[in-house]
């Protein structure tokens, strides 16, 4: 469904991802595993027309290479960014309204949110900066939702959360790919994103060292100490 080829991101003399290509295929949850600063935002932030890439990309058989972020957005592909971003002085509820902003069709997929965050629901007036680091991965969550994606590219959701909230977060993952949403889940926590994912990439200093079903690098000794620290 979404394939990316030669993906290339500099920052003026800092090679950030060197000509990487991967693919995600219709239902599945593939992770995109690294350390700090392996280039995985920067693989997301290309993709997504953030920064500057070279990259020739194809989305349901359709070259997206050239579009620009909302066109891509409008296409089905939402990111849901490192840090949760949301909006402190907004409410809750502004902040998922804010997801719906390029497709206008807040009042009916808000109920679909709030389904899968009731705690959303119950403290839609509050202040988004009021809300607890895993309240706020769930409306920033929730605010891509907004935007009706296709494809959900997540940027480290489990960063600075309890094991426990990563847990609710992941299976949260889980549920949306049950309904039908592809998922690229960008990850520094390896364990968690192979237990969830059905296949994932490795990446190290802006290339992909390994690649594979989840479930076999999850029993790959050699990978495993030499690139996932488990
Ligand atoms: P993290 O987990 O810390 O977010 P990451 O895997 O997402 O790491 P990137 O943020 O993509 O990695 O960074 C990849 C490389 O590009 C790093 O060497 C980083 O220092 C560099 N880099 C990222 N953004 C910029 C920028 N705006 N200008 C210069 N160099 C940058």
């Known amino acids: 469904m979404l394939k990316v080829n030669n993906l290339i991101v500099n920052y003026g003399h800092v090679k950030a991802v060197k000509n990487i290509s991967f693919e995600l295929n219709k239902g599945e949850i593939v992770s995109i595993l690294g350390s700090n600063g392996a280039g995985k ?3 997301l932030f290309g ?6 890439s070279s990259s020739n990309i194809e989305f349901k058989g359709k070259d997206i290479s050239k579009y620009s972020s909302v066109q891509k957005v409008k296409e089905g ?14 409410s809750v509820e502004e902040n998922l309204k804010m997801g719906s902003f390029i497709r206008g069709n807040y009042s009916k997929v808000i109920k679909d949110v709030y389904d899968l965050f009731p705690i959303l629901k119950d403290r ?6 009021s809300l607890s680091g895993g309240e706020q991965q769930m409306l920033a969550v929730g605010r891509a939702m907004m ?4 494809v959900l590219m997540l940027d480290e959701p489990s960063l600075g959360l309890a094991p426990v909230i990563t847990d609710d977060i992941f299976n949260v993952l889980k549920e949306l790919k049950n309904s039908g949403v592809s998922i690229l889940l960008v990850e520094q926590n390896a ?3 192979l237990r969830i994912s059905d296949r994932a990439y490795i990446l190290e200093t802006g290339n992909i060292v390994a690649q594979g079903i989840a479930k076999d690098l999850l029993n790959d000794e050699k990978v495993k100490k030499a690139y996932l620290g488990i």
């Open 147 to 150: 935007g009706e994606p296709e």
């Open 41 to 43: 935002t920067s693989t």
């Open 47 to 52: 993709m997504m027309s953030i920064v500057k």
């Open 77 to 90: 592909l939402v990111l849901c960014p490192e840090n949760r971003r949301v909006f402190p002085e907004l």
């Open 191 to 193: 364990l968690k994103s």
């Open 124 to 129: 839609k007036r509050q202040a988004a900066g």
